[in-house]
Every structure is written in structure tokens, then in C-alpha cells.
């Protein structure tokens, strides 16, 4: 699909739930509690039919996400049932893994061959402040990924000035002996404004400055995934890093080939606008194909050439209850 900026548009990232099991500080505030009832989230039959009609379309690659995708019963099976839809050409998961050294193997199984992991600081400590949950799970996570020869396995790190800037270096260090690429991603106002000021926000760019101080970094011509980062090899350490530049970059957006559908079914097709059309619909009491194909097409045709994040973007909703 093209949209009015003449983008082709064949990725949508799927939010499973609006649950976590970590409060990170860039995604969820404090005592935040306002779930949405299990009612309200598509159950696994709508997003199946709506993977389906986007194949239709032109969409070929698809993200689960959440919230956290791991906590919703019966992920697997979508998994399986995703990877077998035909005409996708890709099935990928972001998580926080602090449930995949259970689930590794059943989602291999299913067919998951590719997948990003939040890692946030090394440091236990650290990690704790920032996401309020535990290291150890999601390096086991990574170990059991690793040792089932997924063939794609990324870092995400978002960069927040006076947290974790001092784990840059560490983290690089880290996935280069861990032989997977991690990625460095602006704070972005993504669920509350006042997360984001000049006191936490560190550029992406800046983060690549500390990383060349160290070491050489040669831009990778080769497009790894599906998304927007920019890829650099170290030539000392072989460290693949991508820089993720939302705020920074001005023709981040240039590039965009994504939508989003929310856990409550509307689909969204800029992370950073309040734009979203209500599938629902089209798709209770029952299925209506032309109807849901046709809402699709009129959200494409409203997708903004540029996000509004840096024109004081006031987020409507938090960033679990968007999708990662």
C-alpha cells in the first residue's frame, strides 16, 4: 500500500494486550491502573482476520507487541497461526522477556524465528530503577533465544540522560560478545509529556559519539529488519549498533513504512499522532470484510507525512496501551 506521502506501507506492529509486568518511567506512569477490561481486547480471531485482509492489501510484515505480548494466554498460538497466514512474509515479537525462558522454546516451535528484547542498564540495580523489574530473567531469556538459533535477535535500549548513559558502553560490550545488534532509541513524550525535557533526553547522535570515542563506526549498507534504525558496525569489536533518531532526525518520518493496531482495535498510523480509526465495527457482531478493507484503506489515506513529537506532542494515551 502507498500512502499520501508515497511511502509503501507493508509493516503493522500488533499490540496483543495492554498489560506489563514492568513500569518502565518512559512508558507507564506511576500508579498507573486504568487496564482495559478483557472484553474490550480483540480476541485472536479478529486479529487473525485483520492480518488477513492486510495481506490482502499489501501489508507482509508484522510485530506483536503489547504492553507485553508474553503475558497474554495463548500468544503461541497466534504465533503459529500468524506465521502460517499465507502471504506473510514475517512474524516478529517485541518483548521485555521476563517470561521467555518459559516460553523460548514454545514460540520457536511455533515458528518465531525473530525478536527485540528491552534491555534497559546491565546493572541489576539499575535495571530495577528504570523498568521496576528484574535482570535476571531477561538475560536467561536472551541465553534460551540464543541457544535456539532465532535468527534474528536485537537489543532496545532508550536512552535517558542521567539513567542510563553510563550503560552505553557496557551494553555495546555486552552484544558484541552476545553476537546480536542493539539499538540505541530516543525518549520519545510517548505516554507522558513531562517524561521528556532537557534534563533525561540524550540524542541518539550523542550516544554514537561516545560509542566512536571508543571505536570505529562504519555504516552498514545492508537493512537489518524492518524499521527505522541506522546500522553501524564496530571495527574493533564487530558490534552491530543502530541508532533509532526519532526526535532528532528531521526526515526520520521519510522513511515510515508501518501502522499500528492497538489492543482495543483501532488502528493507528503514527505512533506520534492522535489519529486512530475504530475497527471494531467491521468486525463485531461479526466480520465484515469489505467494511474492515475499506476502514484500512481510509486510515492509510489520513497517514501524516511527519509525527508531532516535536511540536509539544500531548500523548493521548499511554505507550502500553498504543503497542510498542
Known sequence: MIDPAGRIVDYLRISVTD????RCLYCMPEHYSAWLPRADLLTYDEILAIARIGVRL???HFRVTGGEPLLRPGIVDLIASLVRTPGVQSVDMTTNATRLPQLARPLHDAGLRRINISLDALDPALYHAITGGDLAPVLE????VKALGFESIKLNTVLIRGRNDGQ???LVHFAAAQDVAIRFIELMPISFTEMLDESNFLSAAEAGRMIAAEDEMVPLDAVLGFGPARYFKLQRTGAVVGLISALTDLHFCDRCNKMRLTADGRLRPCLGNHLETNLIPALRPALDESALEALIRSTLAGKPAEHLFRDN??????MTAIGG
Open 141 to 144: 531469556g536472551l541465553r534460551a
Open 168 to 170: 552505553i558502553l557496557p
Open 19 to 22: 498489560r506489563c509486568n514492568e
Open 313 to 318: 506532542y500531548q500523548p493521548g494515551r499511554i
Open 58 to 60: 499489501g501489508f507482509k
